[in-house]
């Protein structure tokens, strides 16, 4: 009996440090980083940027290309703009689900 005492109380102890994290609050899906955009493929939905860090994945700055979530995200925006953006790993992809030009 003593024995399944302290085996419960260790795995109380023990239990926080396997916890999953949230989901990202809404505050950090709505986070936006800032680029400029070196290209824009329209036929493969894709775009360049060349981006400051993107603090929702914990990324440095680069520059990269990125899958748009809609091709009509890219009607917004031209070569050389600075832009305002969204972007979340989907479905393995790093993918913009926001963008608009700088203001």
């Given at each position: 009996?003593k024995?399944?005492?302290v085996?419960?109380?260790?795995?109380?102890?023990?239990a926080?440090?396997?916890?999953q994290?949230?989901a990202?609050?809404?505050?950090?899906?709505?986070?936006?980083s800032d680029?400029?955009?070196r290209?824009i493929?329209t036929?493969?939905?894709?775009?360049?940027l060349?981006?400051?860090?993107i603090s929702?994945?914990?990324?440095?700055?680069m520059t990269?290309?990125?899958r748009v979530v809609?091709?009509?995200?890219?009607n917004?925006?031209?070569?050389?703009?600075?832009?305002?953006?969204?972007?979340?790993k989907i479905?393995?992809a790093m993918?913009i689900?926001a963008?608009?030009?700088a203001?």
């Open positions: 009996m024995k399944l005492i085996l419960m109380a260790a795995l109380t102890l023990t926080p440090l396997y916890a994290t949230a990202p609050t809404s505050a950090a899906a709505s986070v936006l680029g400029v955009v290209k493929d036929e493969n939905n894709k775009i360049t060349k981006h400051g860090p929702n994945l914990d990324m440095p700055g990269m290309v990125f809609s091709p009509t995200l890219l917004g925006v031209k070569v050389g703009d600075a832009v305002k953006f969204h972007v979340e479905n393995g993918t689900t963008i608009k030009p203001q």
